[in-house]
């Protein structure tokens, strides 16, 4: 048979070979079209919508192809002026299809026990719904406690929070928990931003009665290595979650160096937990790092990233990651209650 990553890839390869232009924008349009299809679209007969018309004949193509070596050599007699490559930024990604599969396998990580809805967006930074829509996506999708983790208004997001912003998201968030908090609790976070030295781009008086999620936005492409830049920040006060530690986004960049064993040591020391961003751009850790997080004792975070209700649905495939890495459910925060979060911060007011 031929996967969804197999085909996927090959309209990536196909693009590329292409000048800039209709053609090329179509197969990448192709190419994510497949990517993103939650079955695999061998033996089906409906392609998805977003498929354009003008490479359904090459689709028909590849699709007849036996497997991966056919679809191959089919890409090959295909292929535009340029070169036809793989590309070392879509390597180690599970395609939509692939998550599926993985979750029904099961592995003791099923995505509807999932009890906490971790690191999603507002309105108030880059999301596009109100906390209360965010709040009651979480709901429907079984979550008793929920953490609201939008930017900080420093070199990431222009549109963050400032200290303003960040009061004003504390009562929206009281509010809601005053009506619904017994259904669905919701601690406020923010992203914040590990800055060259290490340091976050939020002062600790900002940092009280909030769970911060420390990430890297900028020099995502550098080559230097930042074990330094990531441990520093793993010390900094506050710091409940470590987020998308490489900065890897599909099909862009590789995402930053660094010694990972002695990221993941300083994390479990510094009792920090290691998000797993089920983005499907993001996927970030992959398995394999996971796996070696899992090693050195830390625990995790599964974060859908969620900048719509839509998104929410993400943390499936951070599910899906863990299972791959052999993580066990006690090892993820979001799937225990929501009391944890409290210990040794009685500034959050967790009830
Ligand atoms: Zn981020
Ligand atoms: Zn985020």
Known sequence: ???????A???FQLAESHPPGEL??????????????????????????????????????????????????????????HRLRGSPTREGFLT???????????GGLDPRHLRGAAHWHTRASDGAATLEAMARACLRRGATWGVVTDHTRGLACVN????????????????????????????????VEILEDGRLDVPRTARE?????????????????????????????????????????????AGIRANWEVVFAAAAEAGVLVEVNGFPRRQDLDPTLIALAGGAGCRFLLASDAH?????????TAVALCSQAAISREAIANFGPLDHLAAGRPDLAVP
């Open 160 to 191: 963050g929070l400032d200290a303003e912003g960040i009061e004003l998201q504390r009562r929206a968030v009281a509010s809601w928990n005053r009506r619904r908090g017994e259904e669905l609790w919701v601690v406020q976070g923010l992203e």
């Open 209 to 253: 009665g909030v769970l911060l999620v420390a990430a890297i936005h900028t020099g995502l492409a550098e080559r230097r290595d930042q074990t330094g830049r990531l441990v520093r920040a793993l010390q900094e006060p506050g710091v409940w979650t470590l987020a998308h530690p490489r900065g890897r986004l599909f099909a862009r960049r």
């Open 96 to 106: 939509a299809a692939e998550v599926s599969r993985v979750v029904a396998d099961g």
């Open 1 to 7: 048979m031929v996967s969804n990553a197999d085909l």
């Open 9 to 11: 890839e090959a309209f």
């Open 24 to 81: 090329r924008l179509a197969l990448l349009r192709a190419a994510y079209a497949v990517f993103d299809n939650p079955r695999e679209l061998d033996g089906v007969r409906r392609l998805p919508e977003t498929v354009p018309l003008e490479v359904l004949p090459t689709m028909a193509m590849l699709r007849g192809c036996r497997g991966r070596d056919a679809v191959a050599a089919a890409a090959h007699r295909l292929a535009g002026p």
């Open 308 to 316: 719509h209700p839509r998104h929410l649905a993400f943390d499936a």
